[in-house]
Nanobody
Framework: AQPLVESGGGSVQAGGSLRLSCTFS???????MAWFRQPPGQEREGVAT???????NYSDSVKGRFTISKDTASNTLYLQMNSLKPEDTAMYYC??????????????????WGQGTQVTVSS
């Protein structure tokens, strides 16, 4: 079984909202976790992280619009995305790592990755 499985992507008009979910294996409850995205033709970039102690962090491009949260009872990582813009169009991935205490936005710091879920925002 895949340790990380994303869902919740789709197509939405600008200004709309989506909530992404990432179910993770039970042994990842205390892992640092993050959401990354890869727009078409561009490199993967970090958008939101949550550290082992639950502290969130956001990229400047999504701060104030996106919220990351983790529910350890259901083993699910969420990304609530509001006020979506066309430039938010991308494949979104969740990631996890057991060595990080404070989550980073560096792709290479993460060991586990989901398969991705597509988000398309039309103007």
């Amino acid at each position: 079984a895949q340790p990380l499985v994303e869902s919740g992507g789709g197509s939405v008009q600008a200004g709309g909202s989506l909530r992404l979910s990432c179910t993770f294996s039970g042994y990842m409850t205390t892992y640092a976790m993050a959401w990354f995205r890869q727009p078409p033709g561009q490199e993967r970039e970090g958008v939101a992280t949550i550290s082992r102690d639950g502290v969130p962090n956001y990229s400047d491009s999504v701060k104030g619009r996106f919220t990351i949260s983790k529910d350890t009872a259901s083993n699910t990582l969420y990304l609530q995305m509001n006020s979506l813009k066309p430039e938010d169009t991308a494949m979104y991935y969740c990631a996890a790592d057991h060595y990080l205490h404070r989550a980073t936005m560096t792709e290479g710091d993460y060991t586990y990755w989901g398969q991705g879920t597509q988000v398309t925002v039309s103007s």
